[in-house]
């Protein structure tokens, strides 16, 4: 039996997991700060620069690619993201999570961009899990894995990331710590910690 995983760390790594995605704004809310479930609407985002290696992506031609994960809005929801995950995780209720997760999962899904369906349905797994009981915290550190892997790639490939990619890097390695910490493991092998 794994074990189980506090409810708050399930949330925290949820909402994590969530805005790695980085979907974009399709809707335009603002996106909720992590710690408080309040707007981060109008807060200040400094600017990133962006890689220069630019991989051919399938999909990662069209408009809502780099469109969906460099706009103000995600940016700042990254900044949360990675401000709450260096801290530790802990600090977003559920009722924030998953509604939010849902969302971002809606929204990488209609880019039709490979990359960001993958972490659409890695998004949706994450979802499912945590809504179990008891929830499989190894599980849950096995899916934090794989989107913290995917997160980074995505991250190095300027063409879908564009503003965002060295943000999406950094928090890509957060969500491998997380997974990490959780017990996670990569093809039936626990991780190699860090």
Do not use: F, W, Y
Not at 30 to 38: C, Q
Not at 112 to 131: F, K, T
């Amino acid at each position: 039996m794994h074990p189980a995983v506090p409810p708050r760390a399930l949330a925290a790594a949820l909402l994590a997991a969530a805005l790695t995605a980085c979907a974009g704004n399709a809707d335009k809310e603002a996106p909720l700060r992590a710690d408080t479930g309040t707007s981060v609407a109008g807060q200040a985002n400094a600017p990133v620069s962006t890689p220069q290696a630019n991989p051919v992506v399938p999909g990662a031609d069209r408009p809502n690619a780099t469109a969906a994960v460099s706009d103000p809005v995600t940016l700042a929801e990254v900044d949360t993201v990675i401000v709450t995950a260096s801290r530790g995780l802990t600090a977003i209720p559920v009722t924030i999570a998953v509604p939010l997760i849902q969302r971002l999962e809606d929204r990488l899904d209609a880019t039709n961009v490979e990359p960001l369906d993958q972490i659409a349905s890695e998004l949706e797994e994450l979802r499912e899990e945590l809504g179990k009981t008891p929830v499989d915290g190894r599980r849950v550190g096995t899916i934090l894995l794989d989107l913290g892997n995917r997160t980074s790639a995505v991250g190095g490939n300027a063409q879908i990331a564009g503003a965002a990619a060295p943000k999406l890097t950094q928090l890509g390695e957060l969500l491998v710590g997380a997974g990490r910490q959780l017990g996670g493991t990569i093809a039936g092998r626990p991780a190699a910690p860090k």
